[in-house]
Each structure stands twice: as structure tokens, then as C-alpha cells.
């Protein structure tokens, strides 16, 4: 079975920084179409403007917890590059949230982003997924959905309150989708990191550097990953290769999760 993703089209979304935009790039890199999707269009314009006027990568920016935005996604990729196969939900916030504070609003601003904005984008893309394959029986699998979710899904800190639950829900939203559209060929699975050098976790680390050391102190493997390190366990999840799996939250975070929670950031 072939990990291959060459020829195939993918819509990236958190793909102007950190994790997003090194999946991104790898995916081009491995032959992909990538529609990369992110609000910060100046960040998406540094990264890919020289690259995404020809050739396999062009970028959309836009508010995607807006639904008009994801349907003016969706058909920047088609007219693009004809079909989607691929989708990748990179696209996440960290905020601190107060535990004790009735007027603190992150948990709702962090369900709203991390999650459900990955589950509407999910279902629409789904729907043209479904459209497209309409004359072709003979595929065991149609598309494949990646949802980047986090350790903290499991192992949390007060702090993280809103960002735990929305990564706990987007993990069971994993497995209820998958379920859903495994009738329809569509494979939905999640990746669950940390001790990963995301952009939130860079930039965490810049405001505390002694949280380096206890990052890698508390997890097996001794160091904190880079970002392009992720990317071959997406491209796994996205690939072919993985044609029987769904419904899966593939960990990659060195063993951190192995240990017992501490305190240390989760993301």
C-alpha cells in the first residue's frame, strides 16, 4: 500500500505558521495540491506569495468560522485544482482561561475556533467529497480528514480549561464522524501532539524559557520535536496506506503522555 499523496488535492487550514504551514509545504513537496487557509493573510503572503501564483500551492485567507468563508473556500480549491481529497484541520488557538471567572469567555471562543470550526469545514468538504466521487465505485476510500488535536485532551492544567475540552471534543468528534461517513468512504481520523514545536509552544516558551527544560525533562524521548517531524504521521493518516483506518488518534508527542501529568504546558 502507497503513502503516496502525489496528485492528490488537500485543503490545509493554520497553514500561515508553525505545524500548519510545515504540512503544508511537506505536502507539496510529497506532489500534493494544497489550498493552504489561514485569517492572517500578510503571514500567508510572506510564507507562500512567490510560490503560489503557479504550480501545485495557492492560499486563501479568510475567517473560516464564518460559514460563507468556508463555502468560498472550498471553491477557491476547485476552481484551483478541480476536486478535494484531502482535508486538514491545522488550524487551533491556545488561550489561558480563568477556571473561577463566570465572565471569562475562552471556553466558548476556543470550542468555537478549535472546534467547530473544523466540524463545519469537516461536513462541507465532506459533502463535495461525496459529489465528486459520484461515478466512481470502485475506491475503497474516497477522502481522508486529519484533525490535529493535543495531550491536553487528557492531561491538563487549570489554564488550559478551554483549550482542553475543545481538544477533548474535537477527538470525539473524530470518532463520531468517523462512523458517520465511513458509509460514504470517507476516512476520518485525529493526530494528538506535544512536546511539539508549534507556534503557540515557541512562542510560550520565548515569554518562558525555563519551560524548555521542564518540557524535556518530563518527556521519554528528551527533546521537543520540530514542527516537520508531525508532518509523515499526517501524511500516514492522509495517504492511502492507511486505508483501514478510521476513527484513530494517533499520539505523537515522545511518550509525554506515558508519564503522569505534570506541570508543564500540554500543547
Known amino acids: 500500500m502507497s503513502f503516496s499523496i502525489n496528485g492528490k488535492t488537500a485543503i490545509v487550514t493554520g497553514a500561515a505558521n508553525g505545524i500548519g504551514l510545515a504540512i503544508a509545504r511537506h505536502f507539496a513537496d510529497r506532489g500534493a495540491n494544497?489550498?493552504?487557509?489561514?485569517?492572517?493573510?500578510?503571514?500567508?503572503?510572506?510564507e507562500l506569495?512567490?510560490?503560489?501564483e503557479e504550480g501545485n500551492i495557492r492560499y486563501f485567507a479568510g475567517d473560516l468560522r464564518q460559514r460563507l468563508t468556508i463555502a468560498n473556500l472550498?471553491?477557491?480549491?476547485?476552481?484551483?485544482?478541480?476536486?478535494?481529497?484531502i482535508l486538514v484541520n491545522a488550524s487551533r488557538q491556545v488561550m489561558a482561561t480563568d477556571a473561577l471567572?463566570?465572565?471569562?469567555?475562552?471556553?466558548?471562543?476556543?470550542?468555537?475556533?478549535?472546534?467547530?470550526?473544523?466540524?463545519?469545514?469537516?461536513?462541507?468538504?465532506?459533502?463535495?467529497?461525496?459529489?465528486?466521487?459520484?461515478n466512481n465505485s470502485e475506491a475503497h476510500s474516497i477522502g481522508s480528514i486529519v484533525n490535529l488535536s493535543s495531550i491536553a485532551a487528557h492531561q491538563s492544567r487549570p489554564e488550559l480549561l478551554g483549550y482542553s475540552i475543545a481538544s477533548a471534543g474535537l477527538e470525539q468528534m473524530t470518532r463520531s464522524l468517523a462512523l458517520?461517513?465511513?458509509?460514504?468512504?470517507?476516512?476520518?481520523?485525529?493526530?494528538?501532539?506535544?512536546?511539539?514545536?508549534s507556534a503557540s509552544l515557541q512562542s510560550s516558551i520565548g515569554e518562558n524559557p525555563e519551560w524548555r527544560e521542564e518540557i524535556e525533562g518530563h518527556t521519554p524521548l528528551q527533546r521537543i520535536a520540530g514542527p516537520t517531524e508531525l508532518v509523515d504521521a499526517v501524511q500516514?493518516?492522509?495517504?492511502?496506506?492507511?486505508?483501514?483506518?478510521t476513527g484513530e488518534v494517533l499520539t505523537v508527542d515522545g511518550g509525554r503522555s506515558l508519564l503522569d501529568p505534570v506541570d508543564v504546558p500540554a500543547h
Open 236 to 245: 500516514f493518516l492522509a495517504s492511502d496506506g492507511s486505508g483501514f483506518v
Open 49 to 52: 506569495g512567490d510560490v503560489a
Open 180 to 197: 458517520a461517513l465511513a458509509p460514504e468512504r470517507i476516512r476520518v481520523n485525529a493526530v494528538s501532539f506535544g512536546s511539539v514545536m
Open 101 to 134: 471567572d463566570p465572565e471569562d469567555n475562552t471556553v466558548e471562543m476556543l470550542l468555537e475556533q478549535n472546534l467547530m470550526t473544523a466540524l463545519r469545514l469537516t461536513q462541507q468538504v465532506a459533502r463535495r467529497m461525496i459529489k465528486q466521487a459520484e
Open 74 to 85: 472550498i471553491s477557491a480549491t476547485i476552481d484551483a485544482f478541480d476536486q478535494v481529497d
Open 34 to 46: 494544497v489550498m493552504c487557509a489561514d485569517m492572517d493573510e500578510k503571514r500567508l503572503s510572506a
